[in-house]
């Protein structure tokens, strides 16, 4: 039982320290990428940006970006293994958020994530060796990052992304299938792949179903899915409005953050929120992005660039859907968590409460 509680509290607090080092790499990129992006012009492949100016302002904003989710892992193993994990974790956070392998998978901030805790522990077990004193001294910049890198990088490409490749030609596959059935089914699947992962390989497969059916002349699942794009940033940003007592002061500088990512459709903006408190807010914009979705395909929405946001709103049709799509499903997120998720006071309250084992050691 003792165990079992250490091992959770481990992963809170790391998971709690990945999420504020990545913060500023979030805000960075955030901001730099929603400012650049907002004089750019709606074109087929996207907003393009016509400013030198604003295209270096974007290439900054997009490195702050990249170094998010290394950010994350890194700074996970850190917590859990100390100077040693550091490195390992930010390498495989960095092969996770990108393609890699013979499928060219990408698992995005989840894989991270799991990358991140898969380093912690096993720095934390090579330190166990018992190796001799002419070695030790180089273990912790030479042999552990050597080994820790190489083992789990290993097991990640040739184990782990090899089922989610398949997964997602499969994913693809059905969708595919769902083309010219109902609209509402579609627009809800769209919808909570989009979320499930923010800018993972299920949002990806979803982008690409997308695009596909956008070179055929069909729009309205990229409709679909762009509302969901904004749907998450959005809903985090308005808990951090309404909800003040939930999230700290770090928390609401986020929020502000958030809701100009919202505006580009940029989903990434809820990760530090469903990194920190995976339970409620994961299912929470999973289902506001799935009924956007399904809202925006039952009204006709077609969103005619491959973007997201409300800047793309002059090349949409059913404009007044589209912006009630994202707002609806946004509302819907920010009022599930202002049910599920505690205040900060009650959350800390309930932590220190001992539970009946610890009271009936305290009575002897």
């Known amino acids: 039982m003792k165990n079992e509680k250490k091992f959770v509290k481990d992963l809170q607090k790391a998971f709690n320290t990945g999420v504020s080092f990545m913060l500023p790499s979030v805000v960075v990129g955030g901001i730099f990428l929603a400012v ?3 004089t750019g012009k709606a074109t ?6 016509t400013s030198p100016f604003m295209q270096n302002l974007n290439d900054l904003g997009a ?3 990249a170094m998010m989710i290394p950010l994350l892992s890194g700074y996970i193993a850190n917590s859990l293994a100390g100077k040693p994990g550091l490195v390992p ?3 495989l956070g ?4 990108n393609p890699i392998g013979a499928g060219q998978v990408k698992t995005g901030f989840l894989g991270a994530m799991i990358m991140g805790v898969a380093a912690g522990y096993f720095v934390r077990w090579c330190k166990t060796w018992k190796v001799p004193s002419t070695i030790k001294t180089i273990m912790p910049i030479l042999i552990v990052p050597v080994v820790t890198t190489f083992v789990l990088g290993m097991f990640y490409i040739y184990v782990i992304s090899v089922p989610i490749g398949v997964a997602m030609d499969w994913l693809v596959e059905v969708l595919g299938q769902m083309q010219g059935g109902s609209a509402l089914i579609l627009g809800l699947i769209l919808g909570a792949m989009t979320a499930v992962d923010m800018g993972g390989p299920i949002n990806k497969t979803a982008t690409a179903f997308t695009l596909a059916l956008m070179a055929e002349g069909v729009y309205g699942p990229n409709g679909a899915h762009r509302i969901a794009c904004a749907i998450p940033p959005l809903a985090m940003a308005i808990s951090t409005f309404v909800d003040r007592k939930k999230y700290t002061a770090e928390d609401k500088d986020l929020g502000i953050s958030a809701f100009f990512m919202s505006l580009i459709g940029i989903t990434e903006g809820a990760i530090p929120f469903a990194a920190k408190d995976i339970k409620r807010v994961l299912p929470a914009i999973i289902i506001g992005s799935a009924v ?4 925006g395909m039952a009204t006709g929405v077609e969103a005619l660039v491959p973007h997201g946001g409300f800047i793309i709103l002059p090349v949409v049709n059913g404009k007044l859907w589209y912006a009630l799509s994202i707002i609806v499903g946004a509302v819907i997120s920010a ?3 202002h049910f599920t998720k505690p205040s900060l006071v009650d959350e800390k309250s309930q932590e220190k409460k001992p539970d009946a084992t610890e009271q009936a050691e305290v009575a002897k």
């Open 94 to 97: 960095f092969v996770a958020n």
């Open 335 to 337: 009022g599930i968590l």
């Open 292 to 295: 956007g979705g399904a809202m």
């Open 44 to 49: 087929d492949t996207g907003m393009e940006i």
């Open 63 to 65: 490195a702050g970006f």
């Open 36 to 38: 650049a992006l907002a």
């Open 89 to 91: 974790g930010m390498i």
